[in-house]
């Protein structure tokens, strides 16, 4: 079956429930492919996924159809995962850049001997500020300075917690591949 997004998206701008639907089921696995690597597990992707869902259709009229409609709803879904992190920044611990000096860099040909899948699944074990700051930066290409507005940090404490990602994950991934040899 093929969709007619111009009518599906015509639809949503009128708030018509059924093209709402349409364009949900749609573009759902794209949205949790972008939510994913920000949230530390399947229910936070689907809870951050449903408030951009949300977002997008309560502003749909903000959308600008010379561009993608992908394009919007990843920015869209960035920005929900953003505004989720800053709802739990409470419970989330943050470093400063002084604290990262003394980290090694990562390997990255070990990069090469796990699945994306497996990489996912380290990802999301970091602890949250680590995490978003790991995808912003590493997966996303945001500037330190950009993440540090973002996420409203300082910019020694966005290259810290990239930093400190980066040695989780090297760590993680190291002792998981020490195990399976």
């Known amino acids: ?3 007619d997004i111009e009518n599906i998206i015509q639809g949503c701008r009128k708030k018509h429930r059924p093209a709402q639907e349409k364009f949900y089921k749609h573009f759902y696995r794209y949205a949790m492919s972008i939510c994913m690597p920000y949230s530390q597990s399947k ?7 449903n408030d951009g869902f949300m ?19 990843r920015r869209i879904m960035i920005n929900a995962s953003i505004d989720y992190f800053r709802s739990q920044k409470k419970y989330y611990h943050q470093l400063d850049i002084s604290e990262a ?5 990562v390997d990255i040909s ?4 796990i ?3 497996e990489m996912m699944r380290h ?28 996420l409203n940090i300082s910019e020694g404490a966005s290259k810290s917690n990239l930093a ?18």
């Open 55 to 73: 977002k997008i259709f309560s502003k749909f009229d903000s959308y600008d159809s010379k561009y993608p409609v992908e394009a919007w709803l």
């Open 115 to 117: 699945s994306a899948e």
């Open 123 to 150: 990802v999301q074990e970091l602890p949250p500020s680590y995490r978003i700051a790991f995808t912003l930066a590493s997966i996303e290409g945001y500037k330190h300075h950009e993440i540090a507005k973002m």
């Open 101 to 105: 000096h003394a980290i090694e860099n």
């Open 164 to 181: 400190k990602a980066k040695a989780k994950l090297k760590k993680s991934i190291t002792a998981t591949n020490y195990l399976k040899d």
């Open 110 to 113: 070990i990069l090469d001997k």
């Open 43 to 49: 229910f936070e992707a689907e809870e951050v996924a």
């Open 1 to 3: 079956m093929i969709l």
